[in-house]
Antibody, heavy 121, light 107 residues
Framework: QVQLVQSGAEVKKPGASVKVSCKAS????????ISWVRQAPGQGLEWMGW????????NYAQKLQGRVTMTTDTSTSTAYMELRSLRSDDTAVYYC??????????????WGQGTMVTVSS | DIQMTQSPSTLSASVGDRVTITCRAS??????LAWYQQKPGKAPKLLIY???SLESGVPSRFSGSGSGTEFTLTISSLQPDDFATYYC?????????FGQGTRLEIK
């Protein structure tokens, strides 16, 4: 079946970096992009950015520009999201999600299970 | 960025009730709107896309309507499984934005 499986929970110190993976299966990876969405404890959903698995093009949310990098490895059908210079307000559950089509603009029909990232000294 | 505003923030209702949640966009997004349901500790689940298209497998008691800047999600007869938080999302622009969420609780 079509699914996205994410890496496990992480605990990081302020100023460190984290890299979360999202492995796709059950569909042609390069025919879609992957978006990343995060949710701070008790808060709503925040879109972080998107990457095309076809050509690696990216769009990032302005507030994260310069701190986030999204990449893909087509040989393993895996997407990655790296966030640098972590702060306490980056503590959140991070989700990968697949838009319905090959572009950034799309409803997210498949979601990963989420990865908890805790930033604490 | 396009701002999405949901109302109400919290809604109390009973099993069998008909409920409506509203989502307003700060500028026209045509019909590029989706609705999600999220339960505690779980990923969001797509219910409606393109404002009124029902995602496969979603019960027909869920429906969406609207275009331009005003949209609604209606649940025709609430079931116990429907008590959750609901989010709208615009995808008219590649800068995706979500509403702040509506928590649907048991009265």
């Amino acid at each position: 079946q079509v699914q996205l499986v994410q890496s496990g929970a992480e605990v990081k110190k302020p100023g460190a970096s984290v890299k979360v993976s999202c492995k796709a299966s059950g569909y042609t990876f390069t025919s879609y992009g992957i978006s990343w969405v995060r949710q701070a404890p008790g808060q709503g959903l925040e879109w972080m950015g998107w990457i095309s698995a076809y050509n690696g093009n990216t769009n990032y949310a302005q507030k994260l520009q310069g701190r986030v990098t999204m990449t893909t490895d087509t040989s393993t059908s895996t997407a990655y999201m790296e966030l640098r210079s972590l702060r306490s307000d980056d503590t959140a559950v991070y989700y990968c999600a697949r838009p319905q089509g090959p572009y950034a603009e799309g409803a997210f029909d498949i979601w990963g299970q989420g990865t908890m990232v805790t930033v604490s000294s | 960025d396009i701002q999405m505003t949901q109302s109400p923030s919290t809604l109390s209702a009973s099993v069998g009730d008909r409920v409506t949640i509203t989502c307003r966009a700060s500028q026209s997004i045509s019909s590029w709107l989706a609705w999600y349901q999220q339960k505690p500790g779980k990923a969001p689940k797509l219910l409606i896309y393109k404002a009124s298209s029902l995602e496969s497998g979603v019960p027909s008691r869920f429906s969406g309507s609207g275009s331009g800047t005003e949209f609604t999600l209606t649940i025709s007869s609430l079931q116990p499984d429907d008590f959750a938080t609901y989010y709208c999302q615009q995808y008219n622009s590649y800068l995706i934005t979500f509403g702040q969420g509506t928590r649907l609780e048991i009265k």
